[in-house]
């Protein structure tokens, strides 16, 4: 029997204050036969703790990038160094939790994988993760219908897009196919991996384990996206509808999708023509867009606010029952 081998990828921008555990971690894990982080010119000491972090280990090495060049780069230039039949990516704030990849290996028949996400305010919290019975445990295999469905968030609530899942990935279906991260993508690249994979005939499988742990940042790149960022993520999408052999319900899932995105462009865009002084014109676009109103109201009038759970997952026991249908 071949033993499966995981190379954990780690994309790192000034992340000096997280990136010691994240080596860590990775590297405690079975199956893993490298990990390889990607600095993108960290202006911190990123580079020097996360070398510190695994010296001695002849499984990590740490590259820089010459000059800031986002995540998916960063992640590309990762699979240019990785040899390992499947990788996983590992955001340089987070962590795997013990024994992740056995679980995941005994699923079979997959392209993806993802488990559960504990999202978390502190990484100390952890301890509190209530025991995972894992007996019987619960799997599902989504399609492209139901991902890009998914990856619909509301305004203020727990955020529960599967776009945030992060799966270990077959190496050679990326290879048989062409596809790496879509470096135009500076938001939303992890989903429109998974969405093209998913176009190509991927097999998505979910277990509702939890191995993957996420700190909840209100300065994340994801919580901060500019304009640009969401029209480069809505092309992105836009552009799977229109060059895949999809069916009509996967191309309407998109369009959905899309229009989602297109919904946050133009509440940007109105927020900024307000900063900026143009009342007149943020008056205007707010008349052809009145969806909009919906949620500046909602910004304008918030009410009671509520600190985040200190630990929370990101597929609850209801919310996997639906994946399952």
Not at 76 to 84: I, T, Y
Request: with cysteine; hydrophobic share 40%; glycine share 6%.
């Amino acid at each position: 029997m071949v033993v499966p081998t995981v190379g954990v990828i780690i994309a790192a921008y000034n992340a000096a204050s997280t990136i010691s555990r994240a080596v860590a971690s990775s590297l405690a894990q079975s199956l893993v036969s490298e990990v390889i982080v990607i600095d993108d010119c960290s202006s911190d000491d990123t580079v020097a703790l996360a070398e510190e972090a695994g010296r001695g280990d002849g499984r990590l090495t740490v590259i820089r990038q010459p000059f800031n060049q986002g995540p998916s780069a960063a992640r590309n230039r990762g699979l240019e160094q990785s040899k390992a039949p499947y990788f996983a990516i590992l955001d340089a704030d987070d962590i795997f939790l013990p024994d992740r990849f056995a679980h995941m290996f005994a699923q079979d028949g997959w392209d993806m994988c993802a488990d559960n996400i504990c999202f978390t305010t502190d990484i100390e919290n952890l301890g509190k993760l209530p025991a995972q019975d894992t007996a019987g445990e619960r799997t599902c295999t989504i399609d492209l219908e139901t991902f890009a469905d998914s990856n619909i968030g509301g305004r203020r609530t727990n955020r529960t897009e599967l776009g945030f899942l992060k799966p270990v990935v077959r190496r050679a279906f990326l290879d048989a196919h062409n596809l790496r991260y879509d470096e135009t993508c500076r938001l939303g690249e992890d989903f429109v991996l998974y969405a093209r994979m998913l176009a190509l005939g991927a097999r998505f499988t979910l277990i509702e384990h939890c191995g993957y742990a996420a700190l909840q940042r209100s300065d994340s790149l994801s919580s901060a996206h500019s304009i640009a960022h969401l029209r480069a993520m809505k092309e992105a999408s836009l552009a799977i509808a229109r060059d895949f052999d999809l069916t009509r319900k996967e191309r309407a899932a998109l369009a959905r999708h899309a229009q989602h995105l297109s919904e946050k462009i133009v509440y940007r865009e109105i927020l900024e023509l307000r900063r900026y002084g143009s009342l007149p014109r943020a008056l205007w676009k707010l008349a052809l867009h009145p969806a909009a109103v919906k949620a500046l109201l909602a910004d304008r009038f918030p009410g009671p606010q509520t600190a985040p759970p200190p630990l929370r997952l990101l597929m609850t026991g209801t919310h996997f029952a639906q994946l399952r249908g």
